[in-house]
């Protein structure tokens, strides 16, 4: 496994839509693992194909831990609304209000081609969305409902007794 470098803003890359992966082997594995480990790495929630360069329809994210593996995923079920922060690791720090389903399923391959249902509820409908979208070409910023300024981020403190 390899950590890759996040491909950021300004890349032509991040506006294109990938291709759907019709060969499930070791070099899809390989992409896979080394998404993991770079997810890891950046400490984030969710990684797209052509965030690492590869316009591939593969995405990572993590649910509590643990590391879900989509290939060629398609939303097949949205429900309910959520107005949430989000960032990404392509544009970092910063950070808008999005809007986004608050429940999807997803229907999608893992990586041996087989097929896999996978639903999720908040903040996973949301990272969900927010990969998927990296596939088509589309930034959270284009769907940004405002903008968070830095001070907005900042813990508030608190007056300690």
């Given at each position: ?21 019709t060969e ?133 403190n608190k007056?300690?007794?």
């Amino acid at each position: 496994m390899a950590i890759r470098n996040v491909v950021k803003l300004g890349d032509d890359i991040l506006r294109k839509k990938s291709k759907p992966v019709t060969e499930f082997n070791e070099k899809l594995n390989q992409l896979l693992d080394d998404m993991k480990e770079t997810l890891k790495s950046q400490d984030g929630v969710g990684l797209a194909a052509p965030q690492v360069g590869v316009l591939k329809r593969a995405i990572v994210v993590s649910d509590e831990g643990n590391m879900i593996e989509l290939i060629n995923p398609v939303v097949v079920k949205a429900s309910g609304v959520q107005e949430n922060v989000e960032g990404c690791l392509s544009i970092p720090g910063k950070y808008g209000i999005t809007k986004r389903p608050r429940k999807v399923t997803v229907k999608a391959q893992d990586r041996n081609g087989n097929e896999i249902m996978v639903t999720g509820t908040d903040l996973l409908a949301r990272c969900l969305c927010h990969e998927i979208d990296h596939l088509n070409g589309i930034l959270f910023i284009d769907n940004v409902i405002r903008m968070l300024e830095p001070e907005e981020l900042q813990p508030k403190n608190k007056n300690k007794k």
